[in-house]
């Protein structure tokens, strides 16, 4: 499941009563204004910028987390009473939980999952979990190898179930013994669909497991149905907001006025066009002028260009203009429109601005 | 292994360069933090560390009061009673629905022997790969359709695991499918996969299901083969009827005996193909409702002796809202519970008293204290029902194990009470969980004067309860005196009472069968019945005044006892909070009152406005509320660098925080980078937090909003 999916849907139905209720209330600002009024820095510089933000209330924050200390022995009392940790709340608590393991968890094997990373396989967590659980039972030399599973066959060639089943094992007596999955982001682009949220589900069901985790999408909850939650993650929720920046989580999203503005969307064009032939270029400077002089059209119906190019003899068929074409739609520099003929038009999708720019800096 | 994975990951993703202080870790799909320490010192030594904590509160609070010692007496105190309340929990369980089951199990040896009656295949024809032709009468599939009544498959899955149990008891092969099994992608294959893993206990990668006949022939015991889907409601409908069909062509071959669960009768209509529905001969059998198995578990579990372990009103109400409106399963309440426990446990000190609390006599409660006495004054806890608020001191100690053993005693005659009310209420149809929540209420208790005639408000289940005893007519009115003498057994004197209520009820029969007999005329016949009926209805008020005797003397709920924090829990709030988090809510809470939590002097002074000192994504969090359904990105940018550098004719007097520096050129360019690095931060933050949806290319200027309301 989507979470963006389930927010299209949700606005659709809360949206209009609080926006009326907002509208009675207060005056909703209503504004043509464009970003590309905003005089963006360099992409470089607003890099470097948000690198070195400064930090505001170090000291407040510190102390937030400090509070949070005092919570470790029991959060350990809730984890050995068998129930998985869900730390909620703004900021990033990546280093309040990785703290907390470290201090408080120093008697278990702890694994860390990265969630807010594309791409995690998450049988592969399964297979480490496993592992650092039978390394651990070797490794006490109360428990009885001959109760340990058959090791002939590596854990990373075994069916998920029987890995399940191993995890979920008793191996020791009492049930002080089990292996620390700590999960960043379980809500991550990379965890969110719906098989990988159904195998950490297993995963944390196994008695040998305990699952720590943390979100920060306000929609998380909707990735769980009511086995999961109530029989397998078994969820206690904490709610530790750290005020903390998402430096790291954060390091995969685009920067919103370093994409989609004039400036960067100009200077992408310029790297693609100046890596294409003299032709193409030529084909494209075409296409652009025409929609220079003729702002108010859809855009440049194929066959005109067509006719334009064999005519300064850039292309020799239709062919040859169609790869050029192909070239330029890869590359999201053409669009393709319905011309209200019915006629396919190509259109430059920047603003004028921009499209002067590009052509004086392909000149 | 992480480091190949981490190494795709750094190549394929960066929108921009990595900073140099973040470590590889961070970048790795997955790390071990670190391994267990190997021995038990390095436990104490970790117990150590974690016990440097600021002890600036009055009250022990969780966390500070536990070391290594004290952690461990609560933790099998915890584990104890939680041990105990899970078993009687599956035992009720199992027990309410131990008709259903030896209903079904006598069903499945009726058409096991109706399978058998049409099929004798040898050895041959059964290790043959494609079934045996046979006429279309012996096809037929025999399926137990088990109605679950209850829309909220989760709690069921524990009854199907129960009912494989108990059939596998029995002597038949069993094996339970889930809907997992019957999904698209998985097909027939999958389903038959996982039924040769669990009937002949081995992976097996050939979807055969010649591979079972042969297994069930080499077998040759003759027992039946049970298979259990267990949720039909989200099982794929054209995998599970290719799978029907597919069993009731074996099934002369193997005697394949189908259970499948549904909330209600016509759902396998609505999912299975016409084909298949022809194949099913269907034997209907119903669970109980999902409000009985409450009843039941909460009889057992809080009601009755159990652990000890009791819950305020207040957590009494919230659970039970919480099961009515908002979540509907048990499994939700048992959560509650386990939680609730759990927190009772971490939080109050002296809670490791209750390990054995319903077994324990005097002498165990003074041998445990003697074993705490070191740990009570170390901790100087103070329990704050005692009414002196006296510390636990060595007199307070003598009064706690009093205390205890008193404790005990009320909590048996509370539950006699209870029971006793709740049977009395069972004609009208009354709920064992809201009779508990009217109970457990301190101020209807401290409402009930001595002098006051009534003991109840009118119109509430106590009152409805009471009245039903004036009310219950005279074979109805025995069976409810024989479930009270069941009841108060343990209670000589309340015993005696009932014994005295059945004697004169009796007593009255037995005088009114000997005015009355047989040959007596019409007109004194019914001049007689009234005189019966004025007799009866003595009886039945002589049984009310009872009841309200009971309420008002062995009734006192829990919370309104001395010392009653070692076994009540009333911490509604945090229990609450622990249950279902609210991030929806929360997080937004966090951003807009972001002073608050961080209790930041500078941002707090001024309520209401917005300061540059404050966290930049609150600031904008708060600024997007002055938009609609969608932000003007410039607009917003305009009005986040107003507050983070106001011009002097601003409204903000507050100075910003780049204007320490002189207004050069150059500085007014860095503070223009700076803001637009920050504002870029804050739009990823509320992205992430998923209370923002990026610009689309068809309106590259705004931005939506998500989130409307708290």
């Known amino acids: ?363 | 292994m992480a480091s190949s994975a981490s190494a795709a990951v750094v190549g394929s993703s960066p929108h921009r360069p990595l900073p140099p202080a973040l470590s590889d870790n961070n970048l790795q799909p997955l790390f071990v933090l670190h391994k267990a320490a190997s021995e038990k010192e390095d436990r104490k030594s970790v117990r150590r560390r974690m016990n440097i904590a600021p002890a600036d509160h009055q009250r022990v609070d969780a966390g500070e009061c536990m070391d290594g010692f004290q952690e461990q007496l609560q933790r099998e105190a915890f584990e104890f009673v939680w041990s105990k309340i899970e078993k009687t929990i599956k035992a009720v369980l199992k027990n309410i629905n131990s008709d259903a089951f030896s209903e079904i199990n006598s069903w499945i040896l009726e058409s096991f022997q109706a399978i058998n009656s049409f099929s004798s295949t040898s050895s041959y024809e059964a290790t043959r790969s494609f079934p045996t032709a046979i006429d279309p009468a012996s096809k037929r599939l025999f399926t137990g359709l088990v109605l679950t009544r209850n829309m909220e498959f989760v709690d069921d899955l524990m009854t199907f695991e129960d009912l494989a149990q108990h059939l596998k008891s029995q002597g038949c092969h069993v094996a339970n499918l889930s809907s997992l099994e019957f999904s698209a992608d998985n097909g027939t294959g999958g389903c038959i996969r996982s039924l040769l893993r669990q009937f002949l206990l081995s992976a097996v990668d050939a979807a055969d299901m010649s591979i079972l006949s042969s297994w069930y022939h080499a077998l040759g015991n003759g027992t039946p083969v049970v298979v259990i889907v267990n949720e039909l409601e989200r099982c794929c409908g054209s995998v599970l009827s290719d799978f029907i069909i597919m069993l009731s062509e074996w099934v002369v071959k193997i005697p394949v005996i189908l259970i499948i669960g549904a909330s209600t009768v016509d759902v396998p209509g609505n999912i299975l193909h016409f084909n298949a529905l022809r194949c099913l001969c269907s034997c209907k059998f119903t669970l109980r409702t999902p409000v009985e198995r409450m009843d039941a578990i909460i009889e057992a579990v809080l009601v009755k002796k159990c652990s000890g372990f009791s819950i305020s009103q207040k957590v009494a109400v919230f659970m039970r809202n919480y099961f009515t409106s908002h979540d509907g399963t048990l499994s939700a309440f048992i959560r509650a519970l386990k939680i609730a426990c759990a927190q009772h446990f971490v939080t109050e000190p002296l809670s490791c008293l209750l390990k054995g609390f319903d077994e324990d006599e005097n002498q165990c409660f003074q041998e445990k204290y003697d074993f705490l006495q070191e740990a009570i004054s170390k901790y100087n806890w103070s329990i704050t029902s005692c009414r002196r608020r006296s510390k636990v001191d060595e007199r307070g100690g003598k009064k706690l194990v009093s205390a205890m053993v008193e404790l005990k005693r009320l909590q048996d005659g509370w539950s006699c009470a209870l029971m006793c009310l709740y049977e009395a209420g069972k004609r009208s149809q009354i709920h064992l969980l809201d009779l508990l929540c009217e109970v457990l209420d301190p101020d209807l208790y401290a409402s009930r004067s001595p002098d006051s005639n009534s003991s109840s408000r009118k119109g509430s289940f106590i009152s409805q309860a009471i009245q039903n005893v004036r009310d219950l007519p005279e074979a109805q009115f025995i069976n409810l005196l024989k479930s009270w003498e069941k009841h108060v057994i343990a209670i000589p004197e309340i015993h005696g009472k009932v014994k005295d209520l059945q004697y004169m009820w009796k007593f009255g029969n037995a005088k009114r069968r000997k005015e009355q007999p047989p040959d007596m005329p019409r007109t004194q016949t019914s001049q007689n019945h009234l005189n019966v009926q004025r007799a009866s209805k003595a009886v039945n008020d002589r049984a009310a005044i009872f009841i309200e005797y009971l309420i008002n003397d062995l009734m006192q709920p829990m919370e309104c006892v001395p010392f009653h924090e070692i076994v009540c829990f009333k911490n509604v709030e945090k229990l609450k909070a622990a249950l279902a988090g609210d991030p929806r809510r929360q997080i937004q809470v966090d951003l807009l009152g972001s002073c608050r939590t961080l209790h930041c002097s500078c941002c707090c002074r001024y309520r209401d406005i917005l300061l540059p000192s404050m966290q930049d994504t609150s600031i904008m969090y708060t600024l997007s509320q002055e938009h609609g359904d969608v932000i003007n990105l410039y607009d917003w940018y305009e009005s986040f660098k107003l507050i983070l550098q106001p011009t002097n004719k601003g409204k903000h007097k507050k100075q910003s925080i780049f204007s320490k520096k002189k207004d050069t050129g150059k500085s007014e360019k860095l503070n223009e980078v700076a803001i637009q690095g920050r504002f870029c931060r804050g739009v990823t933050e509320l992205q992430i937090a998923g209370l923002l949806k990026m610009q689309s290319k068809r309106r590259p200027d705004y931005l939506q909003r998500v989130a409307f309301g708290l």
């Open chain 1, 1 to 363: 499941m989507e979470i963006d999916d389930v927010d299209e849907e949700e606005v659709g139905f809360s949206r209009n009563y609080f926006l009326a209720k907002e509208s009675g209330s207060s005056s909703s600002k209503k504004s043509g204004r464009k970003v590309s009024d905003i005089q963006v820095v360099d992409e470089q510089e607003l890099i470097a910028a948000v690198a070195n933000i400064e930090p505001k209330h170090e000291k407040e924050i510190a102390a937030l987390k400090d509070s949070y200390k005092s919570s470790y022995s029991e959060w350990v009392f809730l984890l050995r009473c068998g129930f998985g940790l869900l730390f909620y709340g703004f900021g990033s608590k990546k280093a309040l939980i990785e703290d907390f393991a470290s201090t408080a968890l120093s008697e278990y094997t702890v694994v860390v999952v990265n969630g807010y990373l594309q791409s995690i396989n998450v049988k592969q967590v399964v297979v480490t979990v496993a592992e650092l659980l039978l390394e651990f039972l070797k490794s006490r030399k109360k428990s009885p190898k001959a109760n340990l599973p058959n090791l002939q066959q590596p854990f990373s060639s075994r069916s998920m179930e029987d890995l399940f089943s191993f995890l979920d094992g008793s191996w020791m007596e009492g049930n002080d013994c089990f292996v620390c999955v700590v999960i960043h982001n379980i809500d991550g682009p990379g965890l969110r669909d719906s098989d990988t949220q159904r195998c950490l589900a297993q995963l944390a069901a196994c008695s040998n497991v305990r699952i720590i985790a943390s979100i920060d999408h306000v929609n998380s909850p909707l990735l769980w149905d009511k086995k999961m939650v109530h029989t397998q993650f078994n969820w206690y929720w904490l709610h530790t907001p750290t005020y903390e920046p998402y430096k790291i989580e954060g390091m995969f999203f685009p920067l919103i006025l370093a994409h989609g503005n004039t400036t960067q969307s100009a200077k992408t064009a310029t790297i693609v066009l100046q890596s294409l032939t003299p032709n193409a270029q030529s084909v494209f400077r075409v296409l652009a002028e025409y929609q220079m002089s003729h702002p108010d059209e859809e855009g440049m119906l194929v066959s005109s260009l067509y006719a334009t190019c064999r005519e300064r003899f850039l292309v020799s068929s239709q062919v040859t203009l169609n790869s050029h074409l192909t070239e330029f739609k890869d590359h999201e520099l053409v669009k393709i429109k319905r011309h209200p003929d019915g006629e396919d038009c190509l259109h430059i999708p920047l603003a004028k601005e921009a499209l002067e720019k590009l052509l004086s800096e392909i000149n």
